[in-house]
């Protein structure tokens, strides 16, 4: 059974930065692609940024040249550097696989605000 626990979300100001964290177990985790994904209130979650198993990576455009994703698969961990947050990123924040093959995790909060 997989399971995918995220962590690392907050509060933090515009311009701050975070580092979050998907833990995954269950599965063989340097097989697969990953992607960290984002849904805000009132949104569709939608897809921010992608690691492949090889460590090929893309984002989406609002945030490119602000995230970083990586892996350690020793860790079974995909982590997600954020900078330069704007209000705009606020969501709850999930990690899966690039076609959102397993059970979605908890997620975890993140609030950019003043």
């Known amino acids: 059974q997989v399971q995918l626990v995220e962590s690392g979300g907050g509060l933090v100001q515009p311009g701050g930065s975070l580092r979050l964290s998907c833990t995954a177990s269950?599965?063989?985790?340097?097989?697969?692609?990953m992607a960290w994904y984002r849904q805000a209130p009132g949104k569709q979650r939608e897809s921010v940024a992608r690691?492949?198993?090889?460590?090929?990576?893309n984002y989406a455009d609002s945030v490119k040249g602000r995230f970083t994703i990586s892996r350690v698969n020793a860790k079974n961990t995909v982590y997600l550097q954020m900078n330069s947050l704007k209000p705009e990123d606020t969501a709850v924040y999930y990690c899966?696989?690039?076609?959102?093959?397993?059970?979605w995790g908890p997620g975890t909060q993140v609030t950019v605000s003043s």
């Open positions: 899966n696989h690039v076609t959102q093959l397993w059970p």
């Open positions: 269950g599965i063989s985790f340097s097989f697969y692609h």
């Open positions: 690691i492949t198993s090889g460590g090929n990576t």
